[in-house]
């Protein structure tokens, strides 16, 4: 098992390794539906929503991945809830952009839970 910085494994590795288990077995999993193309992927918790776009080509757009430009507005059909909470710059430039309740940036939302989302 790896081990952490400063030499020492995580507790949770240890806990489990009596089990067997590898770490990538108890990691946190989440699915994100991309409803423009209709398709479904399981992707570990905490893995931002324009990593998956771009690898499964999904139609959500990019310029800056930083959460400057706001071209990257998706709309959260379901599960806005299980994204990680919006940053005071994201939330800027979402007000700069007259977005709805329920859009996010994909390059600054962080998958934590099941959800569903399109281009905005």
């Not at 946190?28 to 399981?42: E, H, L, P, S, Y």
């Amino acid at each position: 098992m790896p081990a952490r910085p400063g030499g020492r494994r995580s507790p949770v590795i240890d806990h489990f390794n009596h089990l067997k288990l590898k770490e990538s077995d108890i990691m946190a999993k989440a699915k994100i539906t991309f409803t423009d193309i209709d398709q479904t992927v399981n992707v570990p918790a905490g893995t931002r929503v324009i990593e998956v776009s771009e690898k499964i080509g999904a139609g959500i757009i990019y310029g800056c991945r930083e959460g400057d430009c706001g071209t990257c507005m998706m709309h959260v059909e379901e599960g806005w809830n299980n994204l990680t909470e919006p940053s005071v710059l994201e939330e800027k430039v979402l007000r700069e952009n007259m977005a709805s309740r329920h859009d996010r940036l994909a390059c600054q939302a962080q998958i934590l839970g099941d959800c569903r989302v399109k281009p905005a």
